[in-house]
């Protein structure tokens, strides 16, 4: 069961524009929400995060929101630059003993420039 | 600082042989996490640790195993493998639970021919 969707498997913007990459999820028990970066053939990088007790949380360009009640969030990247292509994955997790994740299957954001 | 050290970064195994993924962390984390991430899909949990000596399933555990002897190292060993094991395995680690985003290692490609 898919309890965390990115709908949208590619986005492409343009130089100095805003970014904006979308998640769904289903499971209402989720505490904690994170988006990671990854650039080919290395891991997954921590970008930002978010707890349920928030609606939003900034970071110098990255701000996520969260929308509890439509059990969607999103990160804005403002202004794109072309070092931000990448593939973006959100993850979710519901804190408790082992902080497992589960994660959407990633948007490909290409910044031009 | 290495952070989290997999390897082999490649490897390619014949049906049935069996191989152990290593997987190393110096940040004395005590969450450590096997993730495989097939083509267009999110990354799924295969076992998961909390600390030295304690060791669970998590979505994907079949075919896998794993131990946690020390704080450091968590290897990840495929018994029999088999085609559907072909994927990118990643390792990661987080000192605790809640928003902390995990450090990845920078993952193994396996083919399974």
């Known amino acids: 069961d898919q309890q965390v969707k990115q709908n949208s498997p590619s986005l492409s913007v343009q130089e100095g524009r805003i970014s904006i990459l979308n998640c769904d999820y289903t499971n209402s028990m989720f505490d904690y929400f994170l988006w990671y970066k990854k650039y080919p053939a290395e891991g997954p990088t921590f970008l930002i995060s978010?707890?349920?007790?928030?609606d939003k949380n900034e970071d110098g360009r990255f701000t996520v929101f969260l929308n509890k009640s439509a059990k969607h969030l999103s990160l804005h990247i403002v202004p794109s630059q072309p070092g931000d292509s990448a593939v973006y994955f959100c993850a979710a997790s519901e804190g408790g003993n082992n902080n497992d994740m589960r994660f959407g299957a990633g948007t490909r954001l290409t910044v031009k420039p | 600082n290495a952070g989290v050290t997999q390897t082999p970064k490649f490897r390619i195994l014949k049906i049935g042989q069996s191989m152990t993924l290593q997987c190393t962390q110096d940040m004395n984390h005590n969450y450590m996490y096997w993730y495989r991430q097939d083509p267009g899909m999110g990354l799924k949990l295969i076992y998961y640790s909390v600390g030295a000596g304690i060791t669970d399933k998590g979505e994907v555990p079949n075919g896998y195993n794993v131990s946690r002897s020390t704080t450091e190292d968590f290897p990840l060993r495929l018994e029999l493998a088999a085609p559907s094991q072909t994927s990118v395995y990643f390792c990661?680690?987080?000192?605790?639970?809640?928003?902390?985003?995990?450090?990845f290692g920078s993952g193994t490609r396996l083919t399974v021919v």
């Open positions: 978010i707890s349920s007790i928030k």
């Open positions: 990661a680690s987080t000192p605790g639970q809640g928003a902390y985003g995990y450090t």
